[in-house]
């Protein structure tokens, strides 16, 4: 029953920005830490930022700055704010759910495709 249903890519130019959402259901969100990863082609897919059930975030390196990751317990929805997009960013971007118990799976979304292009 656990999904994740993700929205918000689409080509963008260079400098300019994108919100990705993340909704999740089947799960108890609150207590899960949300992630965003991508995948460019030929590439091995990173994570791009996080944030735990107590609102710790963490970015890659080349994401710091411009990338905000936010999550509404509210709404189950994770959100990943980018700004100042460059052409490396062009990837598809999943959203991952970590659940704080070891036995129970990580859930994935279908992915959500951005394309940075001028």
């Known amino acids: 029953q656990a999904q994740l249903v993700e929205s918000g890519g689409g080509l963008v130019q260079p400098g300019g920005s994108l919100r990705l959402s993340c909704a999740a259901s089947?799960?108890?969100?609150?207590?899960?830490?949300m992630g965003w990863y991508r995948q460019a082609p030929g590439k091995q897919r990173e994570l791009v930022a996080s944030?735990?059930?107590?609102?710790?975030?963490n970015y890659v390196d080349s994401v710091k700055g411009r990338f905000t990751i936010s999550r509404d317990n509210a709404k189950n929805t994770v959100y990943l704010q980018m700004n100042s997009l460059k052409s490396e960013d062009t990837a598809v971007y999943y959203c991952?759910?970590?659940?704080?118990?070891?036995?129970?799976?990580?859930?994935w979304g279908q992915g959500t495709q951005v394309t940075v292009s001028s």
């Open positions: 089947g799960i108890i969100f609150s207590i899960y830490t």
């Open positions: 991952n759910a970590n659940s704080p118990l070891t036995l129970v799976p990580d859930y």
């Open positions: 944030i735990t059930a107590g609102g710790m975030r």
